[in-house]
């Protein structure tokens, strides 16, 4: 194998490792981003974890203080039996000594107090009312309608000579009592929305123990296009929220469980693509390059090949001027005709393939040709020119006379390079075959051999300028003819088909 040949196995090679590159730096920078991804994310859902633990704990002493309270509200109630007992001795009593239940009637200071007669008509007394006006008949009436729809009364009832008297004894919760209470329901419903919705810094939704009923919710843009479409709702809210992160129990105490479902931040969103994003605009710019290199390295090749045919043609020029006057001279001279009949001919050979070269690098103008004719002579000419053991088969399944418009000189030196490289491919004897077919506007010409074939990894290697696998040669035959087929004829051409040790067949698409 050539140098040439070499320089595109390396090539190759190249490419391979710069793939390989490639895939290992996309992989590295993609595990890496998604290590820091994975950091990022377990750190806010260790932050969560620890304000939720916060949220649990705070939800535990709001238990706590309920608890609390009903004991309060408990020992209120058997303080309010005393009051009402005491009551009910200092009113029946026949005793002379009320010193006792005196004392524990003036040392209720907090639970407000009502006695009224059997049918409410009449208080009789009260105490710890807001008002202490005595004379104020109408707030004591509203104060009792308002003690009655709190709690059912305490019964005094007592019988004295034989008389039955019944009494009602109201209360209410002591003014202590009622401000601790009040200010810790504040507490407790402030602290979902303090502690659960406002202190997160990701979007959450505090749910109930179904799982089902969302409580709170908070970070969350309502205004986005998707609550916008289905509408802030339970149900809407779940399928928002639910399946990206498990979600974080929350005891509130007698067993009963909330949970707090949260979604990732924007940055870790934005993190897991960015990556992506990069790399994207990485390789939209290496192809761009690459693009704009390779036409800027083809432009160049282009004027490289093109300046140096015109050289040769130009230098071919002077000598075969020269050889046209020496062949006039060797006639004058008598010189037997066969002689100087054969050497013309070498001589127009010569002027045809100078002409070739000149046409390299220029645009030619192609003109309608009977293709028929041109294919014939072309494989005529080769065929006297190669060994007898190769046979030349022709196959023209068009109508005889069919025009195609061609550069005639430039498309037979196609024909010519791809027999000769037919050649080139067989071991001293073979077939070359020439088939020609139609398909629509499109002409086929399919040059086969019973070579030693391509393999298929080097199909369109073969057409790159410099490629051979002879240990003499530039590899510009093929490239030429791709370049002439493709560019001055609007055509293509390819290898079609090559099967190791049996031939290769190399197709050209013409327009007609």
């Known amino acids: 194998m050539s140098q040439h040949s070499n320089i595109y196995t390396q090539k190759s ?11 290992i730096i996309v ?12 950091r990022v994310a377990k750190d806010e859902r260790h932050n969560v974890g620890l304000w939720a633990e916060a949220v649990q704990r705070r939800a535990k002493l709001v238990q706590v203080t309920r608890n609390l309270f009903r004991v309060m509200e408990d020992e209120e109630n058997r303080k309010a039996e005393v009051l009402a007992n005491a009551t009910l001795k200092l009113i029946t009593s026949e005793e002379n000594d009320l010193t006792f239940y005196t004392q524990i009637i003036e040392s209720n200071t907090t639970i407000p107090v009502i006695v009224a007669n059997e049918d409410d008509s009449t208080v009789l007394t009260f105490r710890n009312l807001a008002q202490t006006d005595n004379d104020s008949v109408e707030y004591t009436q509203r104060e009792l309608a308002r003690f009655k729809l709190k709690r059912k009364p ?3 009832e007592n019988t004295i000579y034989g008389a039955k008297f019944v009494y009602y004894l109201y209360y209410d919760d002591s003014k202590i009592y009622t401000q601790m209470k009040s200010t810790m ?9 303090e502690t659960v919705i406002n202190s997160a810094s990701v979007p959450v939704v505090y749910t109930d123990s179904t799982q089902s009923h969302v409580l709170h919710f908070g970070k969350i843009d309502t ?18 929220i639910k399946g990206e992160n498990e979600p974080l129990q929350i005891q509130l105490g007698n067993n009963e469980v909330n949970y707090i479902f949260y979604r990732n931040s ?9 990556p992506y994003v990069q790399l994207g605009i990485i390789g939209l710019f290496l192809i761009i390059s690459y693009f704009l290199f390779s036409t800027a390295r083809r432009g160049e090749q282009n004027r490289v090949w093109a300046g140096m045919s015109k050289e040769t043609a130009h230098q071919l020029g002077t000598p075969i001027s020269s050889l046209v006057g020496w062949v006039e001279i060797l006639r004058s001279q008598g010189v037997d005709e066969s002689i100087t009949t054969e050497i013309e001919k070498d001589v127009h050979r010569l002027e045809t393939i100078a002409d070739r070269f000149s046409k390299v690098g220029s645009v030619p103008e192609p003109q ?8 014939m002579e072309s494989l005529s000419y080769m065929e006297a020119r190669t060994s007898k053991k190769i046979i030349y088969e022709f196959d023209w399944d068009l109508e005889n006379d069919i025009q195609v418009p061609i550069s005639r000189q430039l498309f037979e030196w196609v024909i ?7 050649i080139d491919a067989l071991p001293g004897n073979g077939i070359i075959r020439t088939e020609v077919t139609r398909s629509g506007n499109r002409i086929h010409i399919d040059i086969s051999d019973t070579g030693k074939g391509i393999p298929k990894n080097q199909w369109k290697t073969i057409f790159r300028p410099g490629f051979t696998t002879k240990k003499r040669g530039w590899g510009l035959g093929l490239s030429l003819a791709k370049r002439i087929v493709e560019e001055y004829h609007k055509g293509k051409i390819y290898v079609k088909d090559s099967v190791p040790d049996k031939g290769t067949v190399i197709r050209i698409v013409l327009p007609v």
């Open 27 to 38: 992989a590295t920078t993609l595990i890496y981003t998604g290590s820091v991804v994975d």
């Open 266 to 274: 924007n940055l870790v969103r934005q993190l897991r693509y960015f």
């Open 13 to 23: 090679r190249w490419k391979i490792w710069l793939a390989v590159s490639a895939a």
């Open 185 to 193: 329901e504040d507490i407790i419903n402030s602290f979902i929305t």
């Open 154 to 156: 305490i019964k005094l």
């Open 416 to 422: 010519e390079n791809l027999c000769r490289n037919a």
């Open 368 to 375: 309608p040709e009977n293709l028929q004719k041109v294919l």
């Open 223 to 240: 205004a986005s296009t998707y609550f916008q479409e289905y509408g802030v709702n339970d149900g809407s809210l779940l399928t928002y």
